[in-house]
């Protein structure tokens, strides 16, 4: 029989012990951000209220340009400018900026009684570009602010008069309600609704509450003249909305929230198109924060405390790696990491629950929990791409387009 070292059994449990320790506190510090951001923003939302802004009768109507960049978008601008048209009320300008296309985009939205801008250049692509263009002509031609929707979007009705009259009042820039058009074509856009409703209504609604930037979200956003001005809009980088709002928050400026008012977004429903679309989001977001993520760690160290939570939410794992990093610690043998996740899941469960207050088919919305580990393996799976669209000089890829009946 071999000889027993007790002395060595002990140090061998010791040492994994330690180990599970140091993979533990590593997961930890990579899931708390997000922990934190969705605890204290789903808390506040509980008592935001849009404020209620009511015109001034003596003062001129404030004159908003709506900038619509479009890239071969022959299918779907047609219903954009259409949407816009029913609601505006006679003081909006909509442009839509055609951009590179090589198909009837520019035909179609003049049809549908939009001024068109040309914009063909191959040395210009992404969508910075085409707001650069159409920012640049609204501000020769005198308006009083821009509004960003996309061209595959569709608008409340009420969503320019709310628009003008939060301009009206005094907002520097704002973000509207951002939300999924085709909720239903598809369990992958049920699960692209749910997260909206979480990233784009839950989290703006409580940092409204709490006075923080809102955030700007790509889609529904509007600036007012002075910020068109002062802030060049960056034409280089694959989430511009992104880097556009850290530039304003690190100048002082805040994004007003729109609750009231809404714009909806056409989501792939397709493998392609989604993996396009995550991909150039949550790679430009990882190339945004290693970027970023320093710069306002300064800052917040040098006592720019309203930083910190733009800090936070840059340094967050997107939701879906978040559970699966939670899942992770939830297995170590360590009592401390494991309380530590249970709270983590509580937590995510809390914020994904009051994002389902907000879903258009409240049953819809529940059953369409039971393909979320279904989602958040795609979304493993997603990580090489992702890493590569986090590239510096990772190229702006238009996302394939479902063409609605």
């Not at 022959?74 to 442009?95: K, N, P, Q, W």
């Not at 799976?381 to 009946?405: K, Y």
Request: charged content about 20%; some cysteine; proline content about 5%.
């Amino acid at each position: 029989m071999g000889a027993h070292f007790p002395g060595r059994e002990f140090s061998s449990r010791y040492l994994l012990h330690i180990a599970f320790q140091i993979v533990g506190v590593a997961l930890v510090a990579v899931t708390l951000p997000l922990l934190i951001e969705l605890f204290v923003l789903t808390f506040a939302s509980l008592f935001y209220r849009d404020p209620d802004v009511a015109g001034d009768q003596d003062s001129p109507p404030f004159r908003l340009a709506v900038i619509v960049p479009a890239h071969n978008e022959e299918m779907l601008v047609e219903r954009c400018v259409r949407s816009l048209r029913t609601s505006d009320e006679g003081s909006a300008a909509i442009f839509v900026i055609a951009h590179n296309c090589a198909d009837r985009t520019a035909l179609e939205a003049e049809g549908a009684g939009a001024r068109v801008l040309v914009l063909d250049d191959p040395n210009q692509t992404g969508k910075g570009c085409a707001l650069r263009y159409g920012f640049s002509t609204a501000m020769a031609e005198d308006y009083d602010g821009v509004l960003v929707i996309d061209s595959d979007s569709v608008v409340t009705p009420n969503l320019l008069k709310t628009v003008s009259l939060r301009f009206g009042a005094g907002a520097r820039a704002l973000q509207c309600r951002y939300g999924v058009h085709n909720p239903t074509a598809s369990d992958r856009t049920r699960l692209m609704s749910l997260a909206l409703q979480a990233f784009n209504i839950v989290r703006p609604r409580g940092r409204a509450q709490l006075g923080f930037s809102t955030g700007i979200f790509g889609n529904g956003f509007g600036l007012c003249r002075d910020l068109v001005e002062r802030f060049s809009f960056g034409a280089d980088s694959v989430v511009e909305d992104l880097e556009y709002h850290l530039t304003l928050v690190r100048a002082g400026e805040r994004v007003e929230f729109v609750d009231s008012a809404s714009v909806f977004g056409e989501m792939p429903s397709g493998d392609q198109g989604a993996a396009t679309q995550r991909s150039r989001w949550e790679g430009g977001r990882l190339r945004m924060a290693r970027e970023a993520v320093p710069q306002l760690l300064r800052d917040v160290l040098r006592g720019r405390a309203r930083l910190l939570e733009p800090l936070l939410d840059l340094a967050a794992l997107p939701l879906a790696l978040e559970v699966v990093a939670l899942v992770i610690v939830l297995c170590l043998p360590v009592a401390w990491l494991r309380a530590y996740a249970i709270v983590g899941v509580a937590i995510v469960a809390f914020h994904v629950l009051m994002a389902l207050r907000y879903a258009p088919d409240a049953r819809g919305g529940a059953k369409v929990l039971l393909a979320i580990p279904r989602y958040i393996a795609w979304k493993v799976t997603m990580l090489p791409r992702t890493w590569r669209a986090s590239r510096v000089n990772a190229a702006w890829e238009r996302t394939q387009r479902d063409i609605p009946l």
